[in-house]
C-alpha cells in the first residue's frame, strides 16, 4: 500500500546515509526511526481503514438491498452471505493498507474498525429484517 511504499522508501534513504555507521548505532537509530514512523503513519492509516469501512458498508447496504427480495430462509442465508463477505473485504483491504513493518497498534486499530463495521453492519440487517416484518 501507500504507507508501505512510504515508509520503504524513508528507510532506503536512512540506509543509503547510514551505511558508514558502526552496525550497532545504525540498527539502533534505524529502529527509532522505525518508531517514529510508525507513530506518524498510524492516524493516515486509521484514516484510510475509515475510508474502507464506509465503501465496504455501502457495498454491503447494496446487497442487501438485493437480499430483501427473499422471504425467509432465502433472506436470513442471503443476507449471513452479504455480512461474510463484507467482512472479508475489509479484511482484505485492511491488510493491504496495513505498512509491512508495522506494530500491535495497527493490528488493534484494524479490529477496532473491524468490529464498528460489524456492528454497523449488524443495525442495517436488523433494520431491514424489521421492514420485512412490517
Known sequence: GVLSALMSKAFQGYDAEAR??????????RADLQGK???????????QLALVH????????????????GQGAEFVAESAK?????????????AEATPEVSNEQYAEAAEVAEKALSRDIGEKLAAARGKKME
Open 82 to 94: 452479504q455480512k461474510a463477505t463484507a467482512l472479508a473485504d475489509f479484511r482484505a483491504a485492511a
Open 20 to 29: 558508514h555507521f558502526e552496525a550497532t548505532v545504525r540498527d539502533e537509530k
Open 54 to 69: 464506509v465503501r465496504t458498508l455501502e457495498a454491503y447496504n447494496a446487497s442487501l438491498a438485493d437480499a430483501t427480495r
Open 37 to 47: 514512523l510508525l507513530a506518524a503513519a498510524l492516524p493516515a492509516f486509521k484514516k
